[in-house]
Nanobody, 116 residues
Framework: QVQLVESGGGLVQPGGSLRLSCVAS????????MNWYRQTPGKERELVALITTTGGITKYADSVKGRFAISRDNVKNTVYLQMNSLKPEDTAVYYC?????????WGQGTQVTVSS
């Protein structure tokens, strides 16, 4: 059974940092690119960052370039999102995701709130 379990969200002041984690199980983690998405009420989910199977390629939404960093540990079956210089507009539920053929797999999400 595929499982993606996110953690690390919370309330942080503008300019602060958080590190999100997503622990994967039930599939061969090292064989799949992994993604972080985020969603705010009334909006579609937005792709924030992606990382290829070995971590050799990473890509970011323009809104987070230079502030966020995605990484993975294929031994721990975990993908991370380091978020620095957080802004109020980064407030969202953050989801871990991967795709296997026609199927999309999502975690339950972790809330990130950036507010003073």
């Amino acid at each position: 059974q595929v499982q993606l379990v996110e953690s690390g969200g919370g309330l942080v002041q503008p300019g602060g940092s958080l590190r999100l984690s997503c622990v994967a199980s039930g599939f061969t983690f090292s064989g799949y690119a992994m993604n972080w998405y985020r969603q705010t009420p009334g909006k579609e989910r937005e792709l924030v960052a992606l990382i290829t199977t070995t971590g050799g390629i990473t890509k970011y939404a323009d809104s987070v370039k230079g502030r966020f960093a995605i990484s993975r540990d294929n031994v721990k079956n975990t993908v991370y999102l380091q978020m620095n210089s957080l802004k109020p507009e980064d407030t969202a539920v953050y989801y871990c995701h991967f795709r296997n053929g026609p199927s999309d797999y999502w975690g339950q999400g972790t809330q990130v709130t950036v507010s003073s």
